[in-house]
């Protein structure tokens, strides 16, 4: 306070000190001060005019609490940074306490995150400190450290998935920038793991409906950043087994009727790509029978393998869909 009044020159206006207006200045100085002097200090350092003074003040606080040997830990505990969103100041305060100050062994912010927080609250922490300018640029160098950590113990990507809260809502998926942060992590720990496979449409089709992964797709081919990723999912959705792919090319190359009923990509996307779910298929005109598919495996192309039809539905089903119909009625489908 005394290096502030003399700062001022209030300790030269003798009598007419209380009519200076900087003693006004000063009194809501001390004010506030009192009130919140650590974060108080951080902002004065923020403004060139008073960066100098709020350091040096700072710099004693800081003094104090090292002598009474508050540790970095307590100090985390006492701004409350382990309960939510760690905010500015405070996080700035505690970083150089931590750095320059604290009694003990040094440790990082990145370090005392990660015994606070598992890690998928430490993910979401880190994606909330992203969305504020005060602390973007921190949260990024702490997802990279992260990343590096998750690296050195083969965290799946499929964890890692989840970590980064990508299963949480299919609207503009693609277009999410943790979105690109998963498949950078991807490549990387193929590389780190030899002989691992995995693939982006995998990892998707594992925590996705088929109805979420069209909304995908179709929203992602919008947007012009996100349209070519959208056109790779949607080629590697419809090409992810090898019976689907023979199935296609018998529907669309292989018999006389592939030119009058195509399917529209999205929706070969939705009949080809079912799973994790009960699926009703073709109901009969005039029965109640239906064909089921459940279970949690890959789906139709499962279902293709097993489809003894002329046995479980007889030669008289007459299927609904149209497109269904003439798939039965072709002559290389009555070996089945």
């Given amino acids: 306070m005394d290096v502030v009044f003399t700062k001022l020159k209030l300790n030269t206006a003798g009598e007419k000190l209380f009519e200076n207006p900087k003693f006004l200045d000063w009194v809501k100085y001390v004010d506030d001060y009192n009130k919140n002097p650590d974060k108080m200090l951080e902002?004065?350092?923020?403004?060139?005019?008073?960066?100098?003074?709020?350091t040096r003040l700072q710099t004693e606080q800081m003094s104090m609490w090292k002598t009474a040997?508050?540790?970095?830990?307590?100090?985390?505990?006492?701004?409350?940074?382990?309960?939510?969103?760690?905010?500015?100041?405070?996080?700035?305060?505690?970083?150089?306490?931590?750095d320059e100050f604290a009694p003990g062994t040094?440790?990082?912010?990145?370090?005392?995150?990660?015994?606070?927080?598992?890690?998928?609250?430490?993910?979401?922490?880190v994606i909330?400190?992203?969305?504020?300018?005060?602390?973007?640029?921190?949260?990024?160098?702490?997802?990279?450290?992260?990343?590096?950590?998750?690296?050195?113990?083969?965290?799946?990507?499929?964890?890692?998935?989840?970590?980064?809260?990508?299963?949480?809502?299919?609207?503009?998926?693609?277009?999410?920038?943790?979105?690109?942060?998963w498949t950078g992590y991807a490549l990387e720990f193929q590389k780190h793991a030899k002989g691992t496979q995995m693939s982006v449409?995998?990892?998707?089709?594992?925590?996705?409906?088929?109805k979420n992964m069209a909304t995908i797709i179709n929203t992602a081919k919008q947007n012009p950043n996100t349209?070519?990723?959208?056109?790779?999912?949607?080629?590697?959705?419809?090409?992810?087994?090898?019976?689907?792919?023979e199935l296609q090319e018998a529907i669309f190359a292989k018999n006389r009727y592939s030119e009058r009923y195509k399917f529209d990509a999205s929706e070969l996307t939705l009949y080809l790509a079912r799973r994790k779910e009960e699926t009703t298929w073709w109901k009969h005109d005039?029965?109640?029978e239906r064909l089921l598919h459940r279970g949690s495996g890959t789906g139709y192309?499962?279902?293709?393998?097993?489809?003894?039809?002329?046995?479980?539905?007889?030669?008289d089903f007459q299927p609904k869909d149209e497109r269904f119909t003439c798939w039965w009625n072709c002559p290389w489908t009555r070996w089945m």
């Fill in 43 to 54: 902002a004065a350092k923020q403004v060139k005019s008073t960066n100098s003074i709020a």
């Fill in 69 to 98: 040997d508050i540790t970095a830990d307590e100090l985390f505990q006492i701004y409350r940074l382990h309960d939510g969103v760690p905010a500015y100041p405070a996080i700035n305060i505690w970083m150089r306490y931590a």
């Fill in 106 to 125: 040094k440790t990082t912010l990145f370090e005392t995150l990660q015994k606070h927080y598992s890690d998928n609250a430490f993910s979401q922490v």
């Fill in 128 to 181: 909330a400190m992203m969305k504020v300018p005060s602390t973007e640029k921190l949260a990024v160098d702490l997802q990279k450290q992260q990343i590096r950590l998750w690296l050195d113990k083969l965290e799946s990507p499929e964890n890692v998935f989840k970590h980064l809260m990508l299963d949480k809502g299919a609207d503009n998926l693609l277009a999410n920038p943790q979105f690109k942060v």
């Fill in 201 to 210: 449409i995998d990892t998707l089709m594992k925590n996705y409906t088929p």
């Fill in 227 to 245: 349209k070519q990723m959208a056109q790779y999912v949607q080629g590697e959705l419809l090409a992810r087994d090898a019976k689907v792919s």
């Fill in 286 to 288: 005039c029965k109640t």
């Fill in 301 to 315: 192309e499962e279902m293709i393998s097993s489809w003894k039809l002329t046995e479980l539905l007889g030669r």
